[in-house]
Protein backbone atom coordinates (compact mmCIF):
# COMPACT_ATOMS: atom_id res chain seq x y z
CA UNK A 1 0.00 0.00 0.00
CA UNK A 2 1.41 3.05 -0.89
CA UNK A 3 1.43 6.44 1.29
CA UNK A 4 -0.66 8.56 -0.99
CA UNK A 5 -3.95 5.50 -1.27
CA UNK A 6 -6.85 5.82 0.28
CA UNK A 7 -7.83 3.55 3.26
CA UNK A 8 -11.32 3.34 3.57
CA UNK A 9 -11.59 0.55 0.73
CA UNK A 10 -9.15 -1.81 2.29
CA UNK A 11 -10.39 -4.73 5.06
CA UNK A 12 -10.38 -4.38 9.36
CA UNK A 13 -7.58 -6.96 8.96
CA UNK A 14 -5.02 -5.23 6.52
CA UNK A 15 -5.66 -1.73 8.64
CA UNK A 16 -4.49 -3.53 11.52
CA UNK A 17 -1.30 -4.97 9.81
CA UNK A 18 -0.67 -1.49 8.34
CA UNK A 19 -1.08 -0.28 11.99
CA UNK A 20 1.31 -2.37 13.24
CA UNK A 21 3.87 -1.59 10.16
CA UNK A 22 3.85 1.72 10.95
CA UNK A 23 3.96 1.59 14.92
CA UNK A 24 7.05 0.01 14.01
CA UNK A 25 8.25 2.74 11.64
CA UNK A 26 8.22 5.31 14.30
CA UNK A 27 9.65 3.72 16.71
CA UNK A 28 6.92 3.02 18.99
CA UNK A 29 6.25 -0.67 19.25
CA UNK A 30 7.66 -2.46 22.64
CA UNK A 31 9.92 -5.08 22.74
CA UNK A 32 7.85 -5.75 26.02
CA UNK A 33 4.65 -5.71 27.60
CA UNK A 34 3.81 -3.93 30.55
CA UNK A 35 3.90 -4.99 34.11
CA UNK A 36 1.00 -7.47 34.59
CA UNK A 37 -1.33 -4.83 36.56
CA UNK A 38 -1.21 -2.26 33.62
CA UNK A 39 -3.88 -5.06 32.07
CA UNK A 40 -6.07 -4.97 35.16
CA UNK A 41 -7.04 -1.06 34.23
CA UNK A 42 -10.77 -0.01 34.62
CA UNK A 43 -10.39 3.00 32.07
CA UNK A 44 -11.04 3.72 28.64
CA UNK A 45 -7.61 3.03 26.40
CA UNK A 46 -6.14 2.23 30.05
CA UNK A 47 -5.33 5.57 29.92
CA UNK A 48 -4.25 4.97 33.55
CA UNK A 49 -1.49 2.45 32.91
CA UNK A 50 -0.50 2.31 29.82
CA UNK A 51 1.06 4.55 26.90
CA UNK A 52 -1.50 4.81 24.13
CA UNK A 53 0.73 2.77 21.97
CA UNK A 54 1.36 0.44 24.69
CA UNK A 55 -2.51 -0.20 24.50
CA UNK A 56 -2.84 -0.14 20.78
CA UNK A 57 -0.12 -2.93 21.06
CA UNK A 58 -1.36 -5.13 23.85
CA UNK A 59 -4.52 -4.93 24.25
CA UNK A 60 -6.43 -3.19 20.99
CA UNK A 61 -4.60 -5.27 18.28
CA UNK A 62 -4.88 -8.92 19.88
CA UNK A 63 -8.06 -8.10 21.09
CA UNK A 64 -9.13 -6.96 17.33
CA UNK A 65 -6.96 -9.83 15.84
CA UNK A 66 -9.00 -12.45 18.07
CA UNK A 67 -12.42 -11.32 17.07
CA UNK A 68 -11.32 -11.50 13.62
CA UNK A 69 -10.06 -15.21 13.51
CA UNK A 70 -13.35 -16.44 15.63
CA UNK A 71 -15.22 -14.44 13.37
CA UNK A 72 -17.06 -12.56 16.16
CA UNK A 73 -18.77 -9.34 16.08
CA UNK A 74 -16.37 -6.36 15.76
CA UNK A 75 -16.79 -3.40 18.10
CA UNK A 76 -18.94 -0.83 16.24
CA UNK A 77 -17.54 2.40 17.74
CA UNK A 78 -13.32 3.00 18.14
CA UNK A 79 -12.74 6.68 18.47
CA UNK A 80 -8.96 6.16 18.49
CA UNK A 81 -7.47 8.66 15.72
CA UNK A 82 -7.99 11.74 17.79
CA UNK A 83 -6.93 10.03 21.30
CA UNK A 84 -3.47 9.45 19.08
CA UNK A 85 -3.86 13.09 18.10
CA UNK A 86 -4.02 14.44 21.58
CA UNK A 87 -1.32 11.45 22.83
CA UNK A 88 1.18 13.27 20.33
CA UNK A 89 0.23 16.54 19.85
CA UNK A 90 4.22 17.76 21.62
CA UNK A 91 5.56 14.92 19.68
CA UNK A 92 8.06 15.99 17.17
CA UNK A 93 7.39 12.36 14.85
CA UNK A 94 5.18 13.08 11.36
CA UNK A 95 2.09 10.85 12.56
CA UNK A 96 0.27 11.54 9.50
CA UNK A 97 0.10 8.41 8.39
CA UNK A 98 -0.53 6.80 11.69
CA UNK A 99 -3.70 9.30 12.01
CA UNK A 100 -4.97 8.08 8.63
CA UNK A 101 -4.78 4.40 9.74
CA UNK A 102 -6.44 5.16 12.62
CA UNK A 103 -8.90 7.04 10.93
CA UNK A 104 -9.34 4.39 8.59
CA UNK A 105 -10.13 1.78 11.24
CA UNK A 106 -12.60 4.33 12.81
CA UNK A 107 -14.62 4.93 9.86
CA UNK A 108 -14.24 1.01 8.95
CA UNK A 109 -16.06 0.44 12.18
CA UNK A 110 -18.55 3.17 12.41
CA UNK A 111 -18.98 1.58 9.02
CA UNK A 112 -19.75 -1.91 10.14
CA UNK A 113 -22.25 -0.48 12.71
CA UNK A 114 -24.67 1.24 9.86
CA UNK A 115 -24.76 -1.92 8.23
Known amino acids: ?3 NESL ?3 PI ?8 GEMTHLGVWADRPPAPDAFLSQQP ?11 MQFIFLPKMHELIESESPLPSRCGI ?3 AEEFFK ?3 VD ?7 LNAI ?3 LGGLAEN
Not at 13 to 20: A, F, P, S, W
Not at 45 to 55: C, K, N, V
Request: glycine share 0%; net charge negative; with cysteine.
Open 90 to 92: TST
Open 95 to 101: ISRLLMI
Open 8 to 10: EAF
Open 45 to 55: FAYDTMSLPEW
Open 13 to 20: HELLVELE
Open 81 to 83: APM
Open 1 to 3: MTN
Open 106 to 108: DAC
